[in-house]
């Protein structure tokens, strides 16, 4: 079964504009949600974990329960912001959505 | 710091032909060590984790095996490879509780 989805394969966006990726994820217990981030040509990483309720690189994500969502948001995308998004749940290990192509365009 | 490593970082196999993808981390001790398949349009797909040495969990049925032969030592396998199994496969390492650390990756293409 689909633990974690990422509903938009790809995402275009303006210089400047907002950017908001969707996840929304099926767990019963208290989730544990974060969102990695893939860089051309480097490796996948960390970019923000809901429990730690930070912003990093102008990146927020607000885990909501009621509709099972933990959506990242930037409020004026950069064209460094391009990359390959992955939101991902851990049920003892973790389970990716199948990520979000970002493309920020000047 | 810890650090982890895959090789090769590319690789080109023929239909029928074995492989062994290899992963070593460094810097820490008793991680749990994990493989992914990373396909286009298919995301991020767990195939292996292991929580010690000898102890292999798969996800998925596949073609694949992983063998985990050291601490810090994790392989991937396939005794004979199949045009599906092309694809990037990635490493990753974690602590007992805690995010995971990825590799490189390695390239895999089966002609």
């Known amino acids: 079964a689909q633990r974690v989805t990422q509903p938009e394969k790809l995402l275009s966006v303006f210089k400047g504009a907002p950017v908001e990726l969707k996840c929304n994820y099926s767990?019963?217990?208290?989730?544990?949600l974060f969102w990695y981030v893939q860089y051309s040509r480097q490796r996948l990483q960390l970019l923000l974990r809901h429990i730690s309720r930070e912003s990093i690189k102008g990146f927020t994500a607000d885990l909501n329960k009621g509709e099972t969502s933990f959506h990242l948001k930037k409020p004026f995308a950069q064209e460094e912001d391009s990359a390959m998004y992955y939101c991902?749940?851990?049920?003892?290990?973790?389970?990716f959505g199948a990520g979000t192509t970002v493309t920020v365009r000047a | 710091s810890q650090t982890i490593h895959q090789w090769p970082a590319t690789l080109v196999q023929p239909v029928g032909s074995p492989l062994s993808l290899e992963c070593t981390v460094e810097g820490t001790s008793n991680p749990n060590l994990y493989w992914y398949r990373q396909a286009a349009g298919r995301g991020l797909q767990l195939l292996f984790y292991s929580v010690g040495i000898g102890q292999i969990s798969s996800e998925v049925p596949q073609n694949l095996s992983a063998s985990r032969p050291q601490d810090r030592q994790f392989i991937l396998s396939s005794k004979k490879l199949l045009l599906s199994d092309s694809g990037f496969y990635l490493c990753?390492?974690?602590?007992?509780?805690?995010?995971?650390?990825f590799g490189p990756g390695t390239r895999l293409t089966v002609t």
């Open positions: 767990y019963s217990g208290s989730p544990e």
């Open positions: 991902a749940l851990r049920r003892g290990e973790l389970s």
């Open positions: 990753a390492w974690s602590p007992w509780v805690g995010e995971q650390y």
